[in-house]
């Protein structure tokens, strides 16, 4: 197969909000050979914005022509607070290699965990 165009309903992490440290993966996510590695969730220097920045890599045999990430965000009663969404760059990832994305929302400290999904675009 020499692409695959991404048509998926959803893979999930669900991870603890540790600012700017590794996320505490609960379930790893991959979903057709694309792993999400290395997030971790940080607030900005100004203290207006939290970014969720980390990598997605391919490990299968082939390139993922596009990749789109949507990011929930929790408080710790498990109610959805916000969602952010991105794609990687570069958007399609060659067979091995990886792309890293970032993700900025506006801070919120009712924050405590997030959630990230690989969607079909």
């Known amino acids: 197969m020499p692409k ?13 909000l540790v600012a700017c440290q590794p996320a505490q993966q609960r ?7 694309l792993v999400v590695s290395g ?6 220097e100004d203290g ?6 980390g990598e997605v890599r391919n490990t299968s045999d082939w390139d993922v022509a596009f990749v789109h990430l949507r990011v929930r965000f929790y408080d710790s009663l498990g109610n959805l607070v ?7 760059d570069p958007a ?12 900025e929302i506006p801070y919120d400290p ?9 969607l079909p675009e």
């Not at 695959?4 to 603890?16: H, K, N, R, T």
């Not at 207006?48 to 920045?53: G, I, K, Q, R």
């Not at 399609?92 to 993700?103: E, L, P, V």
Request: proline share 3%; charged share 20%.
């Open 4 to 16: 695959l165009l991404l048509w998926l309903l959803a893979g999930v992490l669900l991870v603890d």
């Open 27 to 33: 379930t790893p996510l991959e979903v057709y050979g």
């Open 39 to 44: 997030d971790k969730l940080c607030r900005s």
């Open 48 to 53: 207006n914005s939290l970014f969720l920045e």
């Open 82 to 88: 916000r969602t952010g969404s991105g794609n990687p």
């Open 92 to 103: 399609k990832i060659q067979a091995g290699a990886s792309s890293s994305f970032r993700i």
């Open 110 to 118: 009712t924050i405590t965990e997030y959630r990230v999904e690989i």
